[in-house]
């Protein structure tokens, strides 16, 4: 018997939209597609088709409040979207209402789309609500997804004459939006263009080591059928933070949502107007996904982050398997292992050293040479220097090594490359460089890292996997005989495998069940 699991309540504080297409209608639309139950606090009705915004009519204080009173004493939310607060009153209230959550010490993600000024040039808000939205409301956010002309208002705190156009100011105007506060940015770029015939948007997040500018590009998709695509974003991000995605997971995956309904919208027959986004059900295509752009390719240079160190060790399309399906692949920290498990007729294989003393580049010989003699597809984890002086079939890389590695180095001694990723960016980000294969993890809790953060599960797999059919997959982490059927129904064409080989009791036995398991 299927235990049926709880939909993760999300609220949305935002404006009713009388056409149907943006504000409330789009959130609540949006949150049944990807799986959470919607709640709705109005901020105001807005009278409003497909031509235009006739008139906003905010509700008062009082009403506000005992809506998210209600909610709050009946349906505690999972993530929290804000879209239009309408006046100065509004963004103070909603900010405090924030503070006593926040008080009670559990955190709800909170997604801000600042609207503010229409696509057709009408101002949504009252003019000191720009400075009240930055000094009360904006470090209280997890993320804020502006396009760029909410970026260009709030920058100019509240000035709706301000412009913020080209990548290097889109850059600026971001980090300073980002401010003292360090608030995630996400500005959409469906109002500029950077790269002719696609859009880009900009994903700020992060802290210290941790932070990053990532461009996320992808082709422009011309359609009449664009209305409500900002609340759609914002409201599938906050729909995918509820159901416990990391945030840039749950951005390039809510960029998709969109990007699917632009594609597959069918609303011609709504309105004289502009009509509604299509939400047309989670996104399993890539040409949905967006490219994360690489700061070391050439494309980087018009977008302002190009980075001449990276490009001179950059480089993509590497040797592909003579197969998609690599099988079994234990993942062993020996040679004795790697000859073990060669005599039992596995031949995929990857060395992984984590302690490597005097003799690492020996051990590196003795394995390539025990390969080449069975005929292995051995893999060597991290050293790709020693891999491709000792002629090694390939080499494996984390997300991390590639800042270092000499990739180009790599291409050239002809190396398989393998590369680690851990959710949708990590990727999207890798499959810029198309490797020869790309490692999925981390599937379950493994006792050989902590890796809980970046637990994928066989669901999340099963989506990654139906996005790259046919290409070379490995799913890794905490996988043994138990799970092995459910990770393989996935569609992965191989099983890395750790201690379900080298801490099982009989290494023969398990190694047939798995190798039956996957193939």
Not at 97 to 126: H, M, N, W
Not at 491 to 508: K, L, Q, Y
Request: aromatic letters at 6%; hydrophobic letters at 45%.
């Amino acid at each position: 018997m299927s235990v049926s699991v709880p939909r993760p309540i999300v609220w949305t504080i935002a404006g009713s939209d009388s056409g149907g297409g943006a504000g409330i209608q789009a959130d609540l639309l949006t949150m049944h597609d990807l799986g959470v139950h919607g709640c709705s606090a109005i901020t105001a009705n807005t009278a409003q088709n497909t031509l235009g915004v006739p008139a906003i009519n905010a509700v008062s204080g009082e009403v506000l409040q005992s809506q998210l009173d209600a909610l709050l004493a009946d349906l505690k939310p999972a993530a929290i979207k804000i879209g239009l607060l309408a006046n100065a009153g509004q963004v103070r209230l909603v900010a405090n209402f924030l503070r006593v959550l926040k008080e009670c010490g559990e955190y709800i993600p909170v997604v801000y789309d600042p609207v503010a000024v229409a696509t057709s040039g009408a101002q949504l808000t009252e003019d000191s609500t720009g400075a009240a939205v930055l000094h009360e409301l904006l470090p209280l956010c997890d993320l804020l997804t502006p396009n760029s002309l909410e970026l260009a208002w709030l920058v100019g705190a509240g000035d709706d004459r301000a412009e913020v156009e080209g990548a290097e100011a889109i850059l600026s105007a971001a980090r300073k939006l980002r401010g003292e506060h360090a608030t995630a940015v996400l500005v959409s770029g469906g109002h500029f263009e950077i790269e002719p015939g696609s859009t880009a948007d900009l994903l700020c997040s992060g802290n210290g080591e941790n932070f990053s500018e990532d461009w996320l590009i992808g082709k422009r998709i011309e359609t009449r059928n664009s209305h409500g695509t900002g609340c759609t974003l914002s409201s599938a991000i906050a729909a995918l933070l509820a159901l416990g995605y990391p945030l840039k997971d749950a951005c390039v995956v809510a960029n998709a949502y969109v990007r699917r309904g632009l594609r597959l919208g069918d609303s011609e027959h709504i309105g004289a107007g502009t009509g509604p986004v299509g939400h047309c059900g989670w996104p399993g295509a890539l040409q949905d996904f967006p490219d994360v752009l690489v700061a070391g390719s050439e494309r980087a240079k018009p977008f302002g982050v190009f980075d001449p160190s990276a490009a001179a060790n950059f480089a993509a399309e590497f040797p592909q398997p003579e197969t998609s399906r690599l099988g079994l692949y234990p993942v062993v920290d020996s040679v004795e292992w790697i000859e073990k498990l060669a005599r039992e007729g596995v031949r995929t294989l990857q060395l992984r050293i984590k302690q490597p003393g005097s003799d690492l580049r020996e051990q590196i010989e003795r394995a390539v040479a025990i390969a080449r003699g069975y005929g292995l597809r051995l893999f060597i984890n991290d050293y790709w220097q020693h891999a491709i002086d000792c002629g090694a079939y390939g080499v494996h890389l984390g997300q991390e090594d590639l800042q270092q590695a000499d990739l180009k180095a790599i291409q050239r001694a002809g190396l398989k490359l393998g590369i680690s990723t851990h959710g949708f960016f990590e990727l999207l980000y890798a499959w810029q460089f198309r490797p020869s294969y790309l490692a999925i993890g981390v599937i379950y809790a493994t006792s050989t890292k902590d890796m809980s953060g970046q637990l994928q599960g066989p669901e999340k797999l099963t989506r990654m996997a139906a996005l790259l059919p046919g290409y070379p997959l490995v799913a890794i982490g905490g996988i043994n005989l138990a799970r092995a059927a459910d990770v393989a129904a996935s569609g992965v064409g191989s099983i890395a495998v750790v201690t379900a080989i080298t801490d099982a009791p009989e290494v023969r036995e398990a190694v047939a069940q798995l190798r039956a398991v996957i193939e």
